[in-house]
């Protein structure tokens, strides 16, 4: 059985800027994820919860080594972008990773 690793990051916004967060992820982290050998996959979850909005960023990797191309050698430390500053309300360190089985 191969075994896929999923990267789990979370970030929080003003509910007032989920929509301009989700567009500038798009385009950064998301295309940055979409274009790493290795990447099986990427998926966005957000949350509204009353005037905050979380998002995970919900991506799969067909091993530690794909996930170092993204992140660096470091991989379990978050990954951040220059304009995250104007949205993210705090910066998390540290990903969650997991061994995921599909059945």
Not at 18 to 30: F, K, Q, R
Not at 63 to 79: L, M
Not at 89 to 95: D, G, H, Q, R, S
Request: aromatic residues 16%; contains cysteine; hydrophobic residues 35%.
């Amino acid at each position: 059985m191969a075994t896929v690793i999923t990267r789990i990051w979370h970030g929080l916004t003003l509910a007032e800027h989920a929509d301009a967060y989700l567009h500038y992820l798009e385009e950064s982290g998301i295309a940055d994820y979409k274009n790493t050998p290795g990447n099986l996959g990427v998926q966005v979850l957000r949350r509204l919860e009353n005037d905050r909005c979380h998002f995970w960023t919900v991506t799969r990797w067909n091993s530690y080594e794909s996930i170092k191309g993204f992140a660096g050698e470091q991989y379990e430390q978050a990954r951040y972008y220059p304009e995250d500053a104007q949205y993210l309300l705090e910066f998390e360190p540290t990903v969650l990773h997991c061994e995921t089985f599909e059945f």
